[in-house]
């Protein structure tokens, strides 16, 4: 089958930041997203009562809200989107008693206890999935950036496929997973993947056989819309974006923003190799499956698989050398302060490490945990 793929404006970008709805006194999740998006729409009379607002969506779970960017030029003019948005939630959920937060899963609230949005594509979703499918309270980040030529997709999908563990490294952030510690840095990661056609992407060397294994996927019924195709990198070709989906949840809008612009750079910096007619190095899924297993077990301690040949290093100090090597392309991009915040992740921990050591000094309360999650959000503290 034939997929057209949209042109974009290389490197333009969009972010979408999943939220979880909480109650400002006990710190559990509720299920209030509908009650939220009416008080938006409320307050915003140029919609209509069943629109829904163009920044502000409606996810899987009755706990979750997202919010969505336009198309944005720099990492900046996303961050600033993304703080307009969410004070416009914030005008909704305050009066209502709701907290938000963000991080890959909710520290001690029941994943069997969390009630379904009423649209029939999820119902058919946890019809087909039942127990696995019921379990994803999980929430993440995902950072879309524009390609101006569909021959880019699949090389730089293969590219943005080297990174997987240092993203989940840097946004690891679900260590609990009702009211336990997993001993893991991400347990969303793994969680996820057990939805069909999610996880880690397949990757071909060309769009005619990304083509083909799409229309095998219709063929067979495993989808009904390409978009039920949940890689943790993925194409969009509605959008003309390549979609990173690594990401837990993000605590506050800085790391948004510095995991936003990681990405942008990387794909940037492949685009332009592309461009020049190089190759983007690939290494083999068996790497690539042991790297992201490595990550999400052990966050910014795994020490990865960097090339084919079997090199190894630590996760941490293969980002540094990156973050050097990418500080000429966020200059172009007009993102270095938010690529330096990277930085900040490895200096100051990554969610999954801030949310045991609060865990720790308030004997293993996690509503303790909550509490801090709450106020990052609120001030924005990395």
């Known amino acids: ?41 409320k307050a915003h009379p140029e919609l209509a009562a069943d629109e829904e607002h163009p920044h502000i969506k409606q996810e899987l779970l009755l706990n979750t809200i997202e919010l969505v960017t336009g198309i944005c030029h720099t990492v900046s003019e996303a961050k600033a989107d993304l703080a307009r948005t969410m004070a416009t939630l914030r ?4 009066p209502l008693g709701v907290e938000l937060l963000c991080a890959g899963s909710h520290p001690f609230s029941l994943t069997r206890e969390q009630a379904i949005t009423d649209k029939e594509r999820y ?38 496929v080297n990174y997987v563990p240092h993203f989940q490294a840097l946004s690891a952030s679900s260590p609990f997973w009702n009211g336990e510690d997993t001993g893991y840095a991400s347990q969303r990661s793994l969680m996820f993947q057990q939805l069909p056609t999610a996880g880690l992407p397949f990757q071909f060397a060309r769009w005619s056989e990304y083509e083909a294994y799409v229309q095998d996927m219709f063929t067979t019924g495993v989808i009904d819309a390409i978009s039920e195709i949940r890689w943790d990198i993925r194409p969009v070709p509605a959008l003309g974006t390549i979609e990173m989906r690594v990401c837990d949840g993000l605590s506050t809008l800085a790391e948004v923003g510095a995991i936003a612009a990681f990405t942008q750079c990387l794909v940037d910096d492949f685009s332009r190799t592309l461009d020049d007619g190089g190759t983007v190095a690939t290494m083999p899924p068996w790497h690539v499956q042991e790297n992201k297993w490595r990550a999400a077990r052990y966050g910014l301690d795994a020490i990865i698989i960097l090339d084919a040949a079997g090199k190894e290093r630590l996760v941490t100090d293969h980002l540094y050398d990156e973050l050097n090597r990418l500080e000429p392309v966020a200059r172009r991009l007009g993102c270095p302060d938010e690529l330096a915040d990277v930085e900040n992740i490895l200096r100051n921990g990554a969610g999954y490490q801030r949310q045991r050591a609060v865990a720790q000094a308030n004997g293993g309360d996690l509503h303790a945990v909550v509490d801090d999650l709450i106020q990052r959000l609120r001030s924005g503290a990395s």
């Not at 499918?133 to 997709?153: E, P, T």
């Open 91 to 94: 005008e909704a959920t305050d």
């Open 123 to 160: 119902a058919k979703l946890i019809d087909r999935t039942r127990w696995w499918g019921s379990q994803m309270v999980i929430y993440g980040v995902h950072v879309h950036v524009g390609l101006d030529n569909v021959n880019k997709a699949m090389p730089v999908l293969d590219g943005l």
């Open 1 to 41: 089958m034939q997929i057209d793929f949209t042109s974009s404006e290389q490197s333009t970008l969009g972010v979408e930041w999943e939220l979880a709805l909480v109650d400002a006194t006990t710190g559990g999740l509720v299920p209030v997203a509908a009650q939220v998006l009416s008080a938006v729409n």
